[in-house]
């Protein structure tokens, strides 16, 4: 897989509103199986609501797009 992207002016400002570590640090631990589920598509709803946040949306599943993930903010 490659990722291609263009850092923008102004990255650095809005991306500190996402609270990265602070995020990161209220993690919640899943187990194998729904692990898998996430990894393979087959569930639907997220683990954790999402809340100010980017969330996936949805993951293409043929062609060009294959594989492609769309997120989209949540407030």
């Given at each position: ?34 692990y898998e589920a996430l ?5 639907k709803r997220s683990v ?19 594989g492609q993930r769309r ?5």
């Amino acid at each position: 897989k490659v990722f291609e992207g263009v850092v923008q002016p102004g990255w650095r400002e809005i991306a500190s509103r996402f609270h990265l570590f602070e995020r990161l640090s209220t993690r919640h631990a899943i187990n194998k199986t729904v692990y898998e589920a996430l990894h393979m598509g087959k569930r639907k709803r997220s683990v954790v609501k999402p809340s100010t946040e980017f969330a996936l949306v949805s993951v293409g599943l043929e062609g060009d797009l294959e594989g492609q993930r769309r997120y989209q903010w949540v407030e």
